[in-house]
């Protein structure tokens, strides 16, 4: 056993082991139990300083080991069926020696606690037990089979005398401390009972604290988890926001505007904060005033989604269509707040005005050579016309019904482009100078006021292509040079092979198309300012050709300048 300090007297002593003392009889015997109470209350004190339940296993053990004990502590799992062994004080050599002769390994050993049995006595029972020899606690310890050899471990391990003492949380066993050593005495038991007392209450405050931890930790990732959820579902909202081609307010429950996205500072002009806590009625021209108020009332007063068209107003006054839905945002079913979106329809209406001027053109185009046919052939039905008028009436119908018959074609082609199909073409070798020649000699006849010529090269390559549909591009180009020639002049065809193309271009001496519309030429219902002129058209035989052109793998241009004449050329890529 170890000497403690010298000095202190019995007052001194730490609280905790200030315990009842039985009869002492001699000076040697004070000293020496004072020495043990200080080594006791220094071992309870680093054992409490412990944090984990193993630092604490091993600081009382280490602590009564210090104090030249054999120190085993041992630990009631929740069941309270078995003892474990937590801590032993043995050298590795004799550790070895007791594992080889029991067959046993110590860190897997543990005893079983059975009702009536000498560990349950213990466990349970009101004191300490101190045993003069250890030869009865050892063997109960053993398994049944090598319990005939307790007293050779006990050889080997030299214990001598022991004190065993439960450590007990309110009554009830945690765990056993079993303490050996030469110089024991029955009188230590009640020491070594304080000292169990605090290392359960140790080894308490150590699990709680590792729960704690545990808690703690499960805690932490909880809240990382959940944190990390919100950014995500944060940076979606805003993704959604930012990215959103409409204008989305966020306004207050009273109605005034909180926040914006960057697709409102784009639609309006507002910088992203210029209009924090102003009404969004500043957003709406002052002829929508009223109908945006009254849907702002019914968005307030509960009564669900409010949509409506109106006229938006940008931050330089100009006015656009817009498509606006007010929506509450509740929460416990309470208005937190309100969502504003608004998306410009400046496009979709333009589109809606562009279908309705279509219908009416197309009614137009329609409807006055069918009322020239219906009205000459009524005339030629009804009276009696002499053979000179009759030709003259049935040639105008015939004019008519193949502008009709042409309008119709143009219609269908353009349908087919609309739909995304394309225009049909069925491409093979053709020889595109034939073709010019054939789109041409029905002119000369129809249109004697203008004079043509063709230069069509010799030896010209094949080119692929669909001959129907290249002969409608030439008569077409050439049927605008006629039309838009209406002083006459030469319109020349010239056709000649550039590398990997052959080359048709149309030329006209006619009135020319100004600068500025020669870029938007190949869009459908453009007439490039020739709308009032008196020349009829409907803007659709160059889209079409374009269309055409492309299909082959051409292209399709112009030059020309006004007062003087144009050019068109196309290119069609040889065969093979
Ligand atoms: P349309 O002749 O039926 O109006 P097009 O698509 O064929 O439609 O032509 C579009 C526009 O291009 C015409 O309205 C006209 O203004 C201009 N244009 C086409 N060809 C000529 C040409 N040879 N000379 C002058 N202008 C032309």
Same mark, same amino acid.
């Given at each position: 056993?170890?000497?403690?300090d010298a000095?202190?007297?019995?007052?001194?002593q730490?609280?905790e082991?200030?315990?009842?003392?039985?009869?002492?009889e001699?000076?040697a015997?004070v000293?020496r139990?004072?020495?043990m109470m200080?080594?006791?209350s220094?071992?309870a004190?680093?054992?409490?300083q412990?944090r984990?339940?193993e630092?604490?296993?091993?600081?009382?053990g280490?602590?009564?080991?210090?104090?030249?004990y054999?120190?085993?502590?041992?630990?009631l799992?929740?069941?309270?069926q078995?003892?474990?062994?937590?801590?032993?004080?043995m050298?590795?050599?004799?550790r070895r020696?007791v594992?080889k002769?029991?067959?046993?390994?110590?860190e897997e050993?543990?005893?079983k606690i059975e009702?009536?049995?000498?560990y349950?006595d213990?466990?349970?029972?009101?004191?300490?037990?101190?045993f003069?020899?250890?030869?009865?606690?050892?063997?109960?310890?053993?398994?049944?089979?090598?319990r005939p050899?307790?007293g050779q471990?006990?050889a080997?391990?030299?214990?001598?005398?022991?004190?065993?003492?439960p450590m007990r949380?309110?009554?009830?066993?945690i765990?056993?401390?079993?303490v050996?050593g030469k110089?024991?005495?029955?009188?230590?038991t009640t020491?070594?009972?304080a000292?169990?007392?605090?290392?359960?209450?140790?080894?308490?405050?150590?699990?709680?604290? @590792?729960?704690?931890?545990?808690?703690?930790?499960?805690?932490?990732r909880?809240?990382e988890r959940?944190?990390?959820?919100?950014?995500?579902?944060?940076e979606?909202?805003?993704?959604?926001?930012n990215n959103?081609?409409?204008?989305v307010?966020?306004l207050t429950?009273?109605g005034?505007?909180?926040?914006?996205?960057?697709?409102?500072?784009g639609m309006?002009?507002?910088?992203?904060?210029?209009?924090?806590?102003?009404?969004p009625?500043?957003l709406?021209?002052p002829?929508?005033?009223?109908?945006?108020?009254q849907?702002?009332h019914?968005?307030k007063?509960?009564?669900g989604?409010?949509?409506?068209?109106?006229?938006?107003r940008?931050?330089?006054?100009?006015?656009?269509?817009a498509?606006?839905?007010?929506?509450?945002i509740?929460?416990?079913?309470e208005r937190i707040?309100m969502?504003?979106?608004l998306?410009?329809v $400046?496009?979709?209406?333009?589109?809606?005005r562009?279908?309705? @001027?279509?219908?009416?053109?197309i009614a137009?185009?329609?409807?006055?050579?069918l009322?020239s046919?219906?009205?000459y052939?009524e005339l030629?039905?009804?009276?009696?016309?002499d053979?000179e008028?009759?030709?003259?009436?049935l040639?105008?119908?015939q004019?008519q019904?193949?502008q009709?018959s042409?309008?119709?074609g143009?219609?269908?082609?353009?349908s087919?482009?609309e739909?995304?199909?394309?225009?049909s073409v069925?491409?093979?070798?053709?020889?595109?100078g034939k073709?010019?020649y054939r789109?041409?000699d029905p002119?000369?006849e $129809?249109?004697?006021?203008?004079t043509?010529g063709t230069?069509?090269?010799?030896?010209l390559?094949?080119?692929?292509?669909?001959?129907k549909?290249?002969?409608?591009?030439?008569?077409?180009?050439?049927?605008?040079a006629?039309?838009y020639s209406? @002083?006459?002049?030469?319109?020349t065809?010239q056709?000649?092979a550039l590398?990997d193309?052959v080359e048709?271009?149309?030329?006209?001496?006619?009135?020319g198309?100004?600068p500025?519309?020669?870029a938007?030429?190949f869009?459908?219902?453009?007439?490039?300012g020739?709308?009032?002129?008196?020349?009829?058209?409907?803007?659709?035989?160059?889209?079409?050709c374009k269309?055409?052109? @492309?299909?082959?793998?051409?292209r399709?241009g112009?030059k020309s300048a006004p007062?003087?004449?144009? $050019?068109?050329t196309?290119?069609?890529?040889?065969?093979?």
């Open positions: 056993m170890t000497n403690g000095g202190p007297s019995v007052d001194t730490p609280a082991f200030a315990v009842a003392r039985p009869e002492i001699t000076a015997d000293a139990e004072r020495d200080r080594a006791l220094r071992a004190q680093s054992v409490q412990a984990a339940p630092q604490v296993y091993d600081a009382i280490r602590g009564l080991d210090a104090m030249a054999h120190t085993t502590v041992m630990i799992d929740r069941e309270r078995n003892l474990w062994l937590a801590y032993v004080s050298r590795d050599t004799v020696r594992e002769l029991l067959g046993i390994v110590l050993f543990c005893i009702p009536d049995s000498l349950h213990i466990l349970y029972g009101e004191e300490p037990r101190f003069d020899l250890l030869l009865e606690p050892m063997s109960q310890a053993l398994p049944r089979i090598v050899m307790t471990v006990l080997m391990l030299r214990f001598g005398h022991g004190i065993f003492a949380l309110d009554g009830d066993p765990g056993l401390l079993a050996a110089d024991l005495r029955a009188t230590d020491a070594m009972s000292f169990a007392a605090q290392a359960a209450i140790a080894i308490q405050n150590a699990r709680l604290y @590792e729960e704690l931890e545990q808690a703690n930790v499960d805690l932490e909880k809240v959940r944190t990390a959820e919100l950014r995500r579902t944060k979606r909202v805003e993704a959604v926001l959103s081609p409409d204008a307010l966020l429950p009273d005034t505007i909180s926040s914006a996205n960057p697709a409102f500072t309006f002009g507002y910088a992203p904060d210029e209009l924090y806590d102003h009404d009625a500043l709406i021209c002829t929508c005033a009223d109908r945006f108020s849907a702002m019914k968005a007063s509960g009564d989604v409010q949509r409506l068209e109106l006229k938006a940008r931050k330089d006054n100009t006015g656009f269509d498509s606006l839905a007010l929506a509450p509740m929460e416990n079913g707040s969502v504003c979106t998306r410009d $400046t496009g979709a209406k333009e589109l809606e562009m279908k309705d @001027e279509f219908v009416a053109f137009h185009e329609l409807g006055t050579p009322t046919i219906r009205g052939s030629l039905l009804i009276r009696d016309l053979k008028r009759q030709r003259r009436f040639s105008l119908i004019e019904s193949t009709l042409g309008l119709v143009d219609l269908l082609d353009l087919r482009l739909v995304g199909n394309g225009l069925d491409p093979r070798p053709i020889d595109l073709i010019v789109a041409v002119f000369r $129809t249109s004697p006021g203008h043509f230069d069509v090269a010799p030896d390559p094949p080119v692929r292509g669909d001959s549909r290249l002969r409608q591009v030439v008569r077409n180009l050439l049927s605008n006629i039309k209406p @002083e006459g002049g030469t319109l065809v056709v000649r590398d193309f048709v271009s149309v030329s006209d001496e006619g009135i198309i100004a500025e519309y020669q938007h030429l869009e459908k219902f453009n007439r490039a020739v709308a009032d002129s008196g020349i009829e058209g409907t803007g659709l035989g160059l889209v079409i269309h055409i052109v @492309e299909a082959h793998g051409g399709i112009v007062g003087v004449g144009s $050019t068109f196309f290119t069609i890529p040889v065969a093979g």
